[in-house]
């Protein structure tokens, strides 16, 4: 079994056993996409992402692939979020709410990602790089490591020392649509994780064609098309010329005192998600 296969189902085995914990949450058959570590497109994200954009040999002094995965919503949370379509206003800002059910499933999966990233390092460090167990093989672990200190929110910039989905595009899983989301086979509402390892195995190639409607017809043609998820934005931060990431922020703020009023610590639900719900790019490449 290559690795890719192999990641893939220590992933989803994971998640069907937790499923049956207590959680609420579903998810989708997760996909994965191996990035390499020394990928030119690496140190372009200090340019395009963050100035402090970490490296994959800073998480790893001899990394060699970084694991990426996505994890799609089901088809009810995504629904959820577009039937919500309650108006309100929070501290003067008016908008529409985000589902309860798409406030749950993103407080969910964060729960669900530090188990299950801690679960695969340490599954992958119990094995050579043949895929055998050490205590057999007698072999040197597979190392792996969690890009959890690069991976936090920089407030000032709103935007990570580790973009999840910068690095799933490098891992080959989709290219960015007009909603700055990555459209991957299993379209777009989900949520990336990633964990950088010295595995000796081959990176995906990136994807170069635009799975976007809108930048595919622009590419083709200058013509635009579809552009539905800026429509569906309600405050304005999303529009043909550009994103507000500010506007954006502060309406997944005022959904966190929505769906978590009163909690300062601990609240985890700073969301929105109405420009990727009920579109073509929802749940698969259009
Ligand atoms: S809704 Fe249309 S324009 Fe927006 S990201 Fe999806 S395919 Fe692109
Ligand atoms: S998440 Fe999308 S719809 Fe919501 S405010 Fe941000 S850009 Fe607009």
Redesign the pocket.
């Known amino acids: 079994m290559d690795w890719k296969t192999q990641i893939t189902h220590m992933i989803s085995d994971y998640i069907r056993e937790y499923e049956n914990s207590g959680t609420p949450m579903r998810w989708k058959a997760p996909l994965v996409g191996f990035a390499a570590a020394d990928s030119p497109e690496f140190p372009k994200l200090s340019r395009v992402v963050h100035p402090e954009h970490a490296l994959p040999r800073d998480i790893l002094s001899d990394a060699s692939i970084v694991v990426s995965y996505f994890l799609p919503y089901p088809d009810e949370i995504v629904r959820s979020n577009l039937e919500e379509d309650r108006n309100v206003s929070v501290n003067g800002l008016s908008l529409i709410a985000a589902s309860a059910e798409w406030a749950m499933a993103y407080r969910e999966t964060n729960i669900l990602f530090g188990k299950l990233n801690d679960y695969l390092k340490e599954e992958l460090e119990k094995l050579d790089q043949q895929g055998r167990p050490v205590s057999e093989s007698g072999r040197s672990p597979v190392r792996a490591a969690l890009p959890l200190k690069a991976a936090s929110m920089d407030s000032a910039t709103v935007t990570s020392r580790w973009s999840q989905r910068h690095v799933a595009r490098i891992a080959g899983l989709g290219t960015f649509?007009?909603?700055n989301?990555l459209?991957t086979d299993s379209g777009?509402c989900g949520r990336y994780s990633s964990l950088v390892t010295d595995l000796k195995a081959p990176a995906d190639p990136i994807r170069r064609d635009e799975?976007?409607?809108?930048?595919r017809s622009m590419a083709a043609d200058h013509k635009p098309s579809?552009?539905?998820?800026?429509g569906r934005c309600p405050s304005g931060a999303l529009t043909a010329e550009g994103f507000d990431r500010f506007l954006c922020s502060k309406v997944c703020e005022a959904n966190q005192e929505i769906h978590d009023p009163g909690v300062t610590l601990g609240a985890d639900s700073e969301v929105c998600g109405k420009c990727l719900s009920g579109?073509?790019?929802s749940f698969c490449r259009?």
């Open positions: 649509g007009m909603n989301m459209i777009c799975s976007c409607l809108y930048k579809c552009g539905l998820c800026i579109l073509p790019c259009p």
